[in-house]
């Protein structure tokens, strides 16, 4: 008897938890649609009067260049300068924000064909900076999100070239390995490196470790990284053992077709 009430008490139990499952469900859904919604006004309505603020002030030196000193062009510059990074820090935003809402179109992805067409992408910097790649004879496939997958590596490899070492051009150095739960990634470099005591910080949005004067962005990037690799069920970590530049890692589950790295 004592039996029969334990398993009743248990179901009433269940039923409850569930009821609550449900209604935190309810209220993720209800939550996302505002997300939703903030993401239009900050792509519109917040961006035009930035445009406007950029536009009327190229304008007005346009217009009125000759009769300005140096010193009143110089403050319209800072204003067109201060508008155009409020844009690009908007549209980063916006980027960050939709990571696993708004595309997250599971599929199999062949990571070879994404990184060459990421490298292709950095064709100009790479060839700028007279940066090297160094990468495994194929690359496997895995289920995930192409666009989310190419802006991963976008995001791990401009990094490399934007922080090189000015004394050497950038050796970026790409790996690959079978792990416990599907594969191992690195991108590794031989840039200036970040000190072990950094290793959580580069991954908080925007955390910066250097001002804007010495390197340009909005501090997004690497928060980006985290939150695209953890939706796909990965982790991603620097590693603090690696010496002469950077070395960051991360995870991803094996595709149902994956290649083999060589």
Known sequence: MQALGDSHRQQVLLREQAADLD?????????NAELEQFAYVASHDLQEPLRKVATFCQLLEKRYGEVLDERGKQYIRFAVDG???MQVL???????????????????????????????????????????????????????????????WQNLISNAIKFRD??????????????????????????????PEFADKIFVIFQRLHSREQYSGTG????????????HGGRIWLDTG?????????TLP???????SS
């Open 23 to 31: 209604a935190q469900a309810v209220e993720l859904r209800r939550s």
């Open 83 to 85: 508008a155009t990074r």
């Open 90 to 152: 908007i549209n980063d935003l916006l980027r960050f924000s939709r990571v696993g809402r708004v595309y997250d179109e599971r599929e199999p992805v062949e990571l070879e064909e994404t990184l060459d067409k990421v490298i292709d992408d950095l064709s100009a910097p790479a060839e700028e900076s007279g940066a090297r790649f160094e990468r495994p004879g194929k690359l496997p496939a895995v289920i995930g999100d192409p666009t989310m997958l190419r802006l991963l």
């Open 166 to 195: 000015p004394a050497r051009a950038p050796l970026i150095r790409i790996g690959c390995e079978p792990g416990a739960d599907g594969w191992e990634f690195s991108v590794a470099d031989n840039g200036i490196g970040v000190e």
């Open 220 to 231: 997004i990037g690497l928060a980006m990284c985290k939150k695209i690799v953890e939706n």
């Open 242 to 250: 690696y010496t002469g530049g950077a070395r960051l890692c991360f």
């Open 254 to 260: 094996a595709g149902d077709h994956e290649g083999k």
